[in-house]
């Protein structure tokens, strides 16, 4: 965990939130490669659950919502962790992890065993309080939201009403949420500010029994099309004790990380309980008109949950190797870190070189590649030192192609004639590059005018 940690930082992909004074705890920033890495993620999920499915609809709700919202839903009343504080060293813990945390004074020692005196469990509520408007009164609180589903579940009959959706369909959301945790660790695994993907699914009652067995198969492939093997997915059914109040049937999904086996994503089995409570709390009816069977009812929802960060780290841990391997200039062995991505989530999709960088008529073909392909997809160009490490940067970015200009690309080229003042390139329909493949290492000749459509075909 502390290479991969270290890798983040070292190549961009996370930073410590306010780093220069000292951090924030459980906040980050996501640095140049990381946004790509979250940004196609997410793409990827929003293409899965809008684009080639007809039964989900897109959504995007405030964070900021009227703070009823947060009582109906049972927020306010009951989000809350139980906490237990030391009075020697003045420590607070969650009461259900006192024995595996560990004591202010006597770090070898758990708050149990270090002697000092321990309050009863008190409850402490997760969500981040705040105002709206000037006057900072009982009247103006409200709360960021510490999930995204709760807009989904109030916006249900507006959603309805506009789509004419027949159920069972459901509303997808992709969006930042908070929650006041009192041990954020383990990386972003748990952080006080984070993203979740979130559908709901809205079902006739007495079939969500089914729809949670569907969802289960239908998140598990999901996973395994990002490069996260069903191998490395455990499937926890969640016992009644430790289910959210609301539910009624709980699938985590959970992923080996370095640091133990942890969760990913939850499906649950929600009931009608939020539409029931938001239609009770509002007055305002939230009931589905059945056109079949001519009837009023309030639907049963399943709830796949994921969370990004959580994702992103899943697929940091996953794609993150260290491989013996021949230098591929010197045939040395050496240690390359490389970064096994599926081209489809990988940050940078192909990386464009000239072999050398003080020739121009390589130069100016790479440059030109680099153009066409930029357009289409995120590329790389990268002109500094010797090929073999430029490739191993691309590794250890975990970039799927590399795309190489070299004396063979000139051999009969109407580009051998270009001028170093970078003149137009005729590239004929039978110059070539090596194409470089991070993962096996292979290089193979591959037309330029075939790159772009091989490319396309590989990352999509
Ligand atoms: N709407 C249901 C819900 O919010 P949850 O199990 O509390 O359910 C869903 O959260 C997912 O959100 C989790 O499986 C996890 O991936 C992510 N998540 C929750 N708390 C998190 C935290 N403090 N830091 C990072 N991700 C978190």
Not at 171 to 189: D, S
Not at 226 to 229: A, E, H, K, S, V
Not at 417 to 435: C, F, R
């Given at each position: 965990?502390?290479?991969?940690?270290?890798?983040?930082?070292?190549?961009?992909?996370?930073?410590?939130?306010?780093?220069?004074?000292?951090?924030?705890?459980?906040?980050?920033?996501?640095?140049?490669?990381g946004v790509e890495l979250k940004?196609?993620?997410?793409?990827?999920?929003?293409?899965?659950?809008?684009?080639?499915?007809?039964?989900?609809?897109?959504?995007?709700g405030s964070i900021l919502m009227n703070r009823a919202v947060w009582k109906a839903s049972g927020h306010e009343a009951t989000f809350s962790d139980p906490l237990i504080d030391c009075k020697t060293c003045k420590g607070r813990f969650r009461a259900d992890q006192i024995d595996s945390s560990t004591c202010g004074l006597k770090p070898s020692k758990s708050p149990r065993e270090c002697g000092g005196e321990l309050t009863e469990p008190k409850t402490f509520n997760l969500m981040f309080k705040t105002y709206v408007g000037a006057i900072e009164d009982e009247s103006a609180i409200t709360y960021l939201r510490p999930e995204t589903a709760q807009a989904m579940f109030v916006q249900f009959k507006n959603v309805v009403d506009v789509t004419q959706k027949k159920l069972p369909f459901g509303?997808?959301?992709?969006?930042?949420?908070?929650?006041?945790?009192?041990?954020?660790?383990?990386?972003?695994?748990r952080s006080r500010e984070f993203e979740q993907m979130e559908v709901e699914f809205f079902v006739k009652p007495g079939t969500g029994p089914e729809w949670l067995e569907k969802w289960l198969e239908e998140r598990l492939s999901w996973y395994e099309a990002?490069?996260?093997?069903r191998a490395k997915i455990h499937v926890l059914t969640v016992p009644e004790k430790d289910r959210a109040f609301y539910s009624q049937g709980t699938y985590d999904l959970e992923y080996e990380f370095p640091f133990g086996i942890q969760e990913l994503e939850g499906i649950a089995h929600r009931g009608n309980y939020d539409l029931k409570q938001h239609q009770e709390h509002s007055g305002k009816p939230l009931e589905y008109f059945d056109e079949e069977s001519k009837t009023k009812y309030?639907?049963?929802?399943?709830?796949?949950?994921?969370?990004?960060?959580?994702?992103?780290?899943?697929?940091?841990?996953?794609?993150?190797?260290?491989?013996?391997?021949?230098?591929?200039?010197?045939g040395k062995e050496e240690t390359r870190v490389v970064l096994h991505f599926v081209p489809r989530i990988a940050p940078i999709k192909a990386a464009v070189f000239p072999l050398l960088k003080n020739k121009p008529e390589l130069v100016a073909i790479a440059r030109d590649i680099y153009k066409k392909l930029q357009?289409?997809?995120k590329v790389a160009y990268a002109d500094s030192a010797a090929i073999g490490r430029r490739y191993r940067r691309m590794d250890e970015v975990g970039t799927p192609y590399g795309v190489t200009v070299d004396f063979e690309t000139l051999e009969g080229t109407k580009a051998?004639?270009?001028?170093?003042?970078?003149?137009?390139?005729?590239?004929?329909?039978?110059?070539?590059?090596?194409?470089?493949?991070r993962d096996s290492m292979k290089q193979e000749r591959i037309a330029i005018a075939d790159l772009p459509a091989y490319l396309l075909a590989k990352i999509s």
């Open positions: 965990m502390d290479k991969i940690v270290a890798l983040c930082k070292r190549r961009g992909f996370i930073f410590q939130s306010s780093e220069i004074y000292g951090g924030l705890n459980g906040a980050w920033d996501y640095g140049p490669l940004r196609n993620l997410k793409d990827y999920w929003w293409r899965s659950m809008t684009q080639v499915r007809d039964d989900i609809v897109g959504f995007d509303i997808a959301q992709i969006g930042k949420a908070f929650r006041n945790e009192i041990n954020p660790r383990n990386f972003t695994f990002i490069g996260i093997p309030l639907a049963e929802v399943v709830e796949p949950s994921a969370g990004v960060d959580r994702t992103v780290l899943a697929l940091l841990c996953e794609a993150y190797a260290e491989e013996t391997v021949k230098d591929e200039e010197s357009p289409l997809m051998a004639s270009v001028s170093a003042t970078g003149a137009p390139i005729e590239l004929g329909q039978k110059d070539t590059v090596t194409l470089r493949h």
